[in-house]
């Protein structure tokens, strides 16, 4: 009687057991899916980063060390200080240039607006 009531708890515990791994799986799926993504995100912000001070250093009308860049998401926010309106624009034409990049923001300090 003792190994029928072992048996039978057995039976109804391994469909659960079951389920439970299944769902579990499931979740670090996910887990390492998001991760994944959030990899990429930060692969292509760093990118964009890279590729804005690129393009500012080769840039003679900018001085690129007065300008500090910061990509999240693909939306790059232009922060630091430029002589003239002319060069805020220039830096953000250069950005917006960069197909990754879905908005720019400029906070740039502007000397002799």
Same mark, same amino acid.
């Given at each position: 009687?003792?190994?029928? +009531?072992? %048996?039978? !708890?057995?039976?109804?515990?391994?469909? @659960?057991?079951?389920?439970?791994? #299944?769902? /579990?799986?499931?979740?670090?799926?996910?887990?390492? +899916?998001? %991760?994944? !993504?959030?990899?990429?995100?930060?692969? @292509?912000?760093?990118?964009?980063? #890279?590729? /804005?001070?690129?393009?500012?250093?080769?840039?003679?009308?900018?001085?690129?060390?007065?300008?500090?860049?910061?990509?999240?998401?693909?939306?790059?926010?232009?922060?630091?200080?430029?002589?003239?309106?002319?060069?805020?624009?220039?830096?953000?034409?250069?950005?917006?240039?960069?197909?990754?990049?879905?908005?720019?923001?400029?906070?740039?300090?502007?000397?002799?607006?």
């Amino acid at each position: 009687m003792k190994q029928l +009531k072992i %048996a039978i !708890f057995l039976a109804l515990l391994i469909p @659960v057991l079951i389920v439970l791994n #299944v769902n /579990a799986s499931r979740k670090v799926e996910e887990s390492f +899916k998001k %991760a994944e !993504f959030q990899l990429e995100d930060a692969a @292509v912000d760093a990118m964009i980063t #890279v590729k /804005a001070k690129a393009l500012f250093i080769q840039e003679p009308t900018l001085s690129a060390r007065d300008i500090h860049v910061n990509t999240q998401e693909q939306i790059v926010v232009l922060t630091g200080e430029v002589d003239t309106q002319f060069e805020e624009n220039v830096a953000l034409n250069l950005v917006e240039s960069i197909k990754e990049v879905r908005a720019v923001r400029s906070e740039l300090k502007v000397w002799l607006a």
